[in-house]
């Protein structure tokens, strides 16, 4: 090759090493993290599930893209959130926090692939065939959140055993209702002998008054129901509950981390691991949604706040403190 020829060909080979660097760049593929809450009191979800896509040889900034979309606590953004991750063409949807991510997901898409970590069952809303073979594009992880509402009964009245008539805080008509957590707590109530209550608030307006009749029904103890609106209101729930000095069981631990008598439930940064690990990071290597099974916790978590209990007079029973897996004092 002669001289000239050669410096031409490397001249251009040189020119073309941007363009190939530039491709490479924009090929990166981007995810979707739909959260119904906010980047705050959810960032150690944020944190657990890149620690999964890290297992799984992805890392974000390097050969990952994450597109972030907060719905700040409003169930009713949550569609046009979807929809505007679909128009960004992710190539997969995380749909975290509530199962409503799930359905806004479903709704705005039937191809690109969505993986849920939220409380709710994919087969029986119609976003999975079964939890084996789920055949369509929504798989993930099923927290069973509602399911343990007869559990936390349970629990609360070792806590309270004096308690003869018990409240649940329901979301109300508004929101998804959670058929299970009801019929739940009513089938235990009743094996146990106890009266429930049912208080519904729909709104955060709405907290006070429920209290109100929480506390004029003469309700021994609560059971605060799985609504992302309590959660999102986790420190207005607690602060009320410990100013009617009213014995409460929470569905997570972020209640009794911020004052909340005990909660009883799936560790919620867990399964956003396992959704980065075992179902983003697969799918983004050609995994196909229909072929994964959606996964259910098999460990629950039992938190107790004894400071909480202190100042509300109680005296924790031994055997409980045996099952605690973590005691606030």
Known sequence: ??????????????????????????????????????????????VAFRKGLAEAGYV???????????????????????????RRQVAVIVATGVFETALAAAS???????????????????????LNRPGGNVTGVTLISTELAGKRLGLLLEMVPQATTVAYLSGGPRLL??????????EAARALGRQVIVV??????DFEAAFATIVQRQAGALIVGVVPLFTYNSNRIVALAERHKIPTIY????????????????????P???????????????????????????NF????????????????PLPLLGLADEVIE
Request: glycine share 12%.
């Open 251 to 270: 569905p997570f631990r972020v209640y009794a981390l911020g004052g909340g008598l005990m909660s009883y439930g799936a560790n919620l940064e867990g």
């Open 60 to 86: 974000e900034g390097q050969n990952v893209a994450i597109e972030y979309r907060w719905a700040e606590g409003q169930v009713d953004r949550l569609p046009a959130l979807a929809a505007d991750l679909v």
């Open 200 to 205: 519904e608030a729909s709104r955060d307006r």
């Open 108 to 130: 705005a898409t039937s191809t690109i692939p969505i993986v849920v970590a939220a409380g709710g069952d994919p087969v029986k809303y119609g976003l999975a065939a079964s």
């Open 272 to 298: 956003l691991r396992q959704v980065g690990v075992n179902y983003v990071g697969p799918i983004l290597k050609g995994a196909k949604p229909a072929d994964l099974p959606v996964q259910q916790p098999t």
């Open 177 to 186: 209702k959670y058929e299970n957590e009801a019929s739940g707590i009513l």
């Open 301 to 316: 978590e039992l938190i107790l706040n004894l400071k909480t209990a202190k100042a509300l007079g109680l005296t924790v």
């Open 1 to 46: 090759m002669r001289r000239r020829e050669f410096i031409t060909l490397l001249g251009g080979a040189a020119a073309a090493w941007p363009l190939v660097a530039h491709a490479q760049q924009s090929v990166m593929p981007v995810i979707g993290f739909l959260d119904w809450g906010s980047p705050r009191p959810d960032g150690r979800f944020v």
